[in-house]
């Protein structure tokens, strides 16, 4: 039993979290992106089950009614997607995102600051038809569509057209 809400975190960190390392790839914004590794879903579930345990005693901090919806709702789906599985390889590439998402949604719920979650999604960089999985926390998506809207704004505020113009 985790006896701080400091050690639910680090447990947190250490058994799912601290398996994606930052790469060395950085934007321009300033983003690192993470590469999800392999984690024991044995383990995992153990840390469910310890979590859950935790809660239910105040740790690391009280959930109201709403927040334990959440965390009950989050902690299912996880558990549900998880199915038999006792490996990460029996995963493909899609449901190991949404297991990261859900267990950062999952982690969001427990601290409380939304700000802090990092969501993964599979984009196409410009020129090439490859996917790749690009993490964020939420606030640095919600500053990168703040600014791509205000560079969009700028181009129709100056006149200039944002269309190609033909022959």
């Known amino acids: 039993m985790f006896k701080s809400g400091k050690l639910i975190l680090m447990a947190c960190l250490v058994i799912f979290i ?9 934007t321009a914004s300033n983003q690192s992106t993470f590469t999800p590794e392999r984690v024991s879903i044995p ?9 859950e345990m935790s809660i239910a005693e105040g740790e690391p901090r009280e959930l109201d009614e709403s927040e334990q919806r959440q965390f009950a709702s989050i902690k299912s789906s996880l558990v ?50 490859m996917r790749q999985t690009r993490c964020m926390t939420r606030q640095q998506a919600d500053d990168e569509r703040k600014r791509a809207s205000q560079f969009f704004g700028d181009l129709v505020d100056s006149g200039r057209s944002i269309m190609p113009v033909g022959n």
């Open 80 to 129: 549900s997607l998880i199915g038999t599985r006792s490996d990460l390889e029996e995963f493909d590439q899609y449901d190991k995102e949404r297991l990261f998402n859900l267990h950062q949604r999952l982690q969001t719920v427990v601290i409380g600051d939304p700000s802090t979650q990092v969501i993964c999604r599979q984009e196409r960089t410009t020129g090439s038809n």
């Open 43 to 51: 383990d995992y579930l153990e840390f469910l089950d310890n979590l």
């Open 18 to 26: 601290a398996g994606c390392n930052s790469t060395t790839n950085t």
